[in-house]
């Protein structure tokens, strides 16, 4: 068994954590620090790039390069980015509204064009941050704040997204690796 080069305190910045007691967005970050430290690539060799939401606060809370763009364009600021440095790994970090709403066609694009980035979408199926909108996946028929008389929509199927662009590209070894969180990153980067 070869011994780690990293560990996850390697990957964890100084910044105090803001998010709300109970999100799930802690057991992601946490399980991001050790994932990275894992893979043993150096901190100073990763960027993580985010939108606009709870969940995009993420760069933060990493040790390596970081970049809180604006809403809905992750994906088109980590393509660049990944485009400007192929030899960093890029994670993208977004939400259901951030990546799927206004940043839906970002999104589709970047899985389109299997530029080699790591995308994690943190699916709430709301916008957390305005405390009770609808998000892209929220379920049909959802009350909130933003749709009183219920969401007639159908939700978005991110997966959906993601099947279909890798029956298009598969020829071409898709290189830009896309999962919503649901347990253990490690899972999925071991795979």
């Not at 440095?85 to 206004?102: F, K, M, R």
Request: with cysteine.
């Amino acid at each position: 068994m070869s011994e780690l080069l990293y560990a996850a305190k390697d990957f964890k910045s100084d910044q105090y954590v803001r998010w709300c007691p109970g999100c799930g967005d802690h057991a992601l970050l946490n399980s991001l620090h050790k994932t990275m430290a894992g893979l043993g690539i150096a901190p100073n060799m990763t960027a993580v790039i985010s939108g606009i939401g709870c969940s995009s606060r993420l760069p933060y809370y990493m040790n390596t390069y970081g970049f809180h763009t604006i809403h809905g364009r992750a994906a088109a600021i980590a393509t660049g980015v990944k485009v400007a440095n192929p030899e960093l790994t890029v994670w993208q970090i977004s939400g259901d509204g951030d990546g799927l709403a206004i940043g839906g066609n970002h999104f589709i694009h970047a899985l389109r064009r299997n530029v080699n980035i790591n995308i994690v979408l943190l699916n709430n199926r709301i916008y957390g941050l305005t405390k009770g909108q609808y998000s892209p996946t929220s379920p049909r028929g959802f009350v909130s704040k933003s749709s009183p008389y219920r969401d007639s929509g159908r939700s978005f199927s991110s997966c959906g997204a993601r099947i279909w662009c890798k029956r298009q590209i598969l020829w071409k070894m898709c290189g830009c690796r896309f999962f919503e969180f649901s347990g253990s990153i490690n899972s999925f980067c071991s795979s």
